[in-house]
C-alpha cells in the first residue's frame, strides 16, 4: 500500500505487506528529516532519520529515500505488521542557518494493518 | 533505554491559572525542546532550549510562556495565565546535538484548561 503526499491521510494495508508513506517538503534548503511514529495516547517515537547528502537509508525493516530533486520523503516498512498500526510523521529540519534545530513536522498519515 | 519522562500525564487546570509542565531530559543531552499538539493537528514547535537560555522560539511561544531548567535534571514549562486555547498535548524532548541529530520525544502532558 502507499499514500500519496500529506493530502492522503490514511493508509490501509494487509499484515505482511510492504507499506509504503509518502511525504513531500517545500524547503529546498531543508537538510534533514526524520520519522516519527506516535502510537495513541504516546509522543512522537524515532524512527529513522537521513541527511540531505544521501538519498537512501536503511534500518530495521524500514527504508527511507530522498529524492531532493522533487522534495519528496518516503518511508518504507517491509513486512508490516499490526504492530505498525500509527500515525507516521515526517519532521524537516527546515532552515538551520535561520531556524535553528527546530523541527518542522507535516501532518501525518495514519497506518492500519489488517491482520 | 534511555526516555523522556513527563509529568503529569494530565492537567486539568482553569482558565487564568498558571501550570507549570515537567521533563526530565535524557542525561547526556543538551539541547531541550516543547512542543504542543491540538487534537487532531500536526505537531508544533515551541521552543528550544541550550546551555540554560532560550536558542529559538515560534511565534506560539508568547509572553505567557516561558522555560526553566532549575536544576541539573527537570525543564519545566510553565504558562502564566492559560486560555482556553492552549489545550493541547504538550510534548518535551531532547537531543544530544544542534542540528542533524534526532530529537527524543516523552509522551506528553495533556493539558486541559477549563
Known amino acids: 500500500g502507499e499514500s500519496v503526499g500529506l493530502h492522503l491521510p490514511t493508509l490501509s494495508v494487509q499484515e505482511g505487506d510492504n507499506s509504503i508513506i509518502n511525504c513531500a517538503y517545500s524547503?529546498?534548503?531543508?537538510?534533514?528529516f526524520i520519522w516519527y511514529k506516535q502510537e495513541s495516547g504516546k509522543g512522537p517515537q524515532f524512527i529513522i532519520d537521513?541527511?540531505?547528502?544521501?538519498d537512501k537509508r536503511q534500518g530495521q525493516r524500514v527504508t527511507v529515500l530522498l529524492n531532493k530533486t522533487v522534495k519528496h520523503l518516503s518511508l518504507q516498512i517491509a513486512a508490516t505488521q499490526p504492530g505498525d498500526s500509527a500515525v507516521y510523521f515526517c519532521?524537516?529540519?527546515?532552515?538551520?542557518?535561520?531556524?535553528?534545530?527546530?523541527?518542522?513536522f507535516g501532518e501525518g498519515t495514519q497506518l492500519t494493518v489488517n491482520p | 533505554e534511555p526516555e523522556v519522562t513527563q509529568t503529569p500525564s494530565h492537567q486539568v487546570t482553569q482558565m487564568g491559572q498558571e501550570v507549570i509542565l515537567r521533563c526530565v531530559p535524557i542525561?547526556?543531552?543538551?539541547?531541550f525542546y516543547w512542543y504542543r499538539q491540538i487534537l487532531g493537528q500536526k505537531v508544533e514547535f515551541l521552543v528550544s532550549?541550550?546551555?540554560?537560555?532560550?536558542?529559538?522560539k515560534s511565534e506560539i511561544f508568547d509572553d505567557q510562556f516561558s522555560v526553566e531548567r532549575p536544576d541539573g535534571s527537570n525543564f519545566t514549562l510553565k504558562i502564566r495565565s492559560t486560555k482556553l486555547e492552549d489545550s493541547a498535548m504538550y510534548f518535551c524532548?531532547?537531543?544530544?546535538?544542534?542540528?542533524?541529530?534526532?530529537?527524543?520525544f516523552g509522551d506528553g502532558t495533556r493539558l486541559s484548561i477549563l
Open positions: 524532548a531532547s537531543s544530544g546535538g544542534y542540528s542533524n541529530q534526532p530529537q527524543h
Open positions: 524547503n529546498s534548503a531543508s537538510d534533514y
Open positions: 537521513i541527511r540531505s547528502n544521501m
Open positions: 519532521a524537516e529540519n527546515r532552515d538551520p542557518q535561520t531556524s535553528g534545530s527546530r523541527l518542522t
Open positions: 542525561s547526556n543531552h543538551l539541547y
Open positions: 532550549f541550550y546551555n540554560n537560555e532560550i536558542s529559538e
